[in-house]
């Protein structure tokens, strides 16, 4: 695909980069989040196809599905979309 991952050693952050153009773009991905997960979850869209804006807001939409996505009580993640409480915190609920 030629979207690759840099990652600073010293502090964890990680950023995209284009091997073909040897190009780096796009956001600065936080330690605990995994770029090649927003890659995936992207799909079929290149992210070298996106404007900065575009890639943003396509950042700021996958980040809203993982804390959506996680037990709003032990961080847990979730598989049923409907409840912010992992399955054993919903039953206690
Ligand atoms: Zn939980």
Redesign the pocket.
Known sequence: MGVRILENKEDGYKCLYCSVTMWAFGPIFYKDEDPQEFLEWLGRIDPRSLTDKELENKVYDWRKTLEESN?K????PINNAESD??L??KLED
């Open positions: 037990c009580i032990c961080g847990e409480l992992c054993q915190h």
